[in-house]
Each structure stands twice: as structure tokens, then as C-alpha cells.
């Protein structure tokens, strides 16, 4: 399986780009307002929210943004 690459805004403007987001959180986890399952969470729900495939709207997690993913 291959990872999936992401872009990703912390709450102070910071980007990050990365291969492994779930790796990335983990490497990261001090960076985190919550764990890092609940960062993947808040995350992946922004970007189900992007394509239109969640009701409920997400647009951050925690000041967290989602700009970019790909393959």
C-alpha cells in the first residue's frame, strides 16, 4: 500500500508537508491538542468534508487545516 502524501496548516500558520500522515502524528505527537488517533480523526474528516462526502461540515481540527493531499 502506499502512503499517501498531505499538506497540512498548524494553528499558527506553520505548513508541513508529509509522505504518512498517521506516521507524521505520531513523530509529532507534542504538537497535538489530543491524541494522535483523534488527530487522524479530525483530519480525514476534513478532507471527507473537501470531497463532499460528509453531511456535517469540517473545515479544522483544533486550528489544524488540511490544504493538500494526493497519492
Known amino acids: 500500500m502506499h502512503a ?17 500522515l498517521k506516521h507524521w502524528l505520531r513523530e509529532h505527537e507534542h504538537m497535538l491538542d489530543g491524541t494522535v ?3 487522524w ?4 474528516k476534513i478532507k471527507y ?5 460528509r453531511r456535517k461540515i469540517s473545515s479544522q481540527w ?3 487545516r488540511l ?3 494526493g497519492e
Request: one cysteine or more; a negative charge.
Open 62 to 64: 483544533k486550528g489544524w
Open 41 to 44: 480523526d479530525g483530519i480525514t
Open 4 to 20: 499517501k502524501e498531505w499538506v497540512i496548516q498548524d494553528p499558527d500558520g506553520q505548513i508541513y508537508k508529509c509522505r504518512n
Open 37 to 39: 488517533e483523534q488527530a
Open 49 to 53: 468534508s473537501m470531497q463532499g462526502k
Open 67 to 69: 490544504l493538500e493531499w
